[in-house]
């Protein structure tokens, strides 16, 4: 497996991370969770050294799934992990909204760190903005505990470029994780050109956008009531219908490389630039399987222009999120 950098600290890691979130939450049927130990076995043994989690993943589940898996090999793997959000310390039940005040951020490292099994936490994202909090005094606290050992390296997520400034200017950030695929471009507009400026890395998570750009997903899938897609207004079934023309075009263009779908939205993502990692998640080893073999195809330019002659003849329908979800976003 390829390796890529992301920031100006040196952090280095696969070319493809593993988004761990399906493994716990989110998509329904939950896996077996010996299952998914086995798999992120796998994908260490592939090569993939980045993991990404989270405290809210499945009300702390996630954590202790991903540190029980990767305690044996923890010194060969970058565990990426989030705050900001407002739970239960004692249960993990979401208590609705954000919380991204210092005590709080000070409060919550130390949980993290247990669930993971590790003494130190490679990269940690603001989850989400915190309105009620400015940038600089969250980066600020990140910054003591990164001084304290506890966490390496900083990161945001779904954050806009303005706040990626702010926080920059206290404390380095390393990576910035935000939704782009080729049916979520909006990265490009402001976010990109910023974190090539300052030096910040970028991690794509639904780099295939929730699994519809696999092939997997046609007009005739449905979801059940407790699977996020079933409220995600792009997934309803009059727009479900209008942009699967992505998928049909990506397919096309896959055939002419021996590729999948998946594979070609992949590689697309990997060729935009060098400091990009996405983090695809799967709960499948088929699926993981063909994600990581995206990283050995050569998109030429001629070929990234026909995906973009493709890409712009298409107007995806419905939005990326519900209205609840977006507005938790500060992009």
Known sequence: MQKRILGSDGLEVSAI?????GMTR?????????????????AVERGVTFFDTAEIYGGFKNEELVGEALAPVRDQVV?????GFNLDQATGANLGGVNSRPEHIRQVV??????????VIDLWYQHRVDPAVPIEEVAGAVKDIIQAGKVKHFGLSEASAETIRRAHAVQPVAAVQSEYSLWWRRPEEAVLPTLEELGIGFVPFSPLGKGFLTGAIDQN????SADLRSRIPRFMEEERAANLALVDQLTRI????????????????????????????????????????????????????QIEQAAAQIVIQGARYPDDLERMTNL
């Open 17 to 21: 991370g593993l988004g761990c979130m």
């Open 110 to 119: 130390e949980a993290s760190l247990r669930r993971l099994r590790t003494d």
């Open 26 to 42: 989110a998509y329904e049927p939950i896996p077996d969770r010996q299952a998914m130990i086995a798999l992120i076995h796998t």
């Open 79 to 83: 565990i990426a992990t989030k705050f």
């Open 221 to 224: 899938t449905t979801f059940d």
């Open 254 to 305: 896959g055939q002419q490389k021996g590729a999948t779908p998946a594979q070609i939205a992949l590689a697309w993502l990997l060729a935009q630039k060098p400091w990009i990692v996405p983090i695809p998640g799967t709960t499948q080893l088929s699926r993981f399987e063909e994600n990581i073999g995206a990283a050995a195809i050569n998109l030429t330019p001629e070929d990234l222009s």
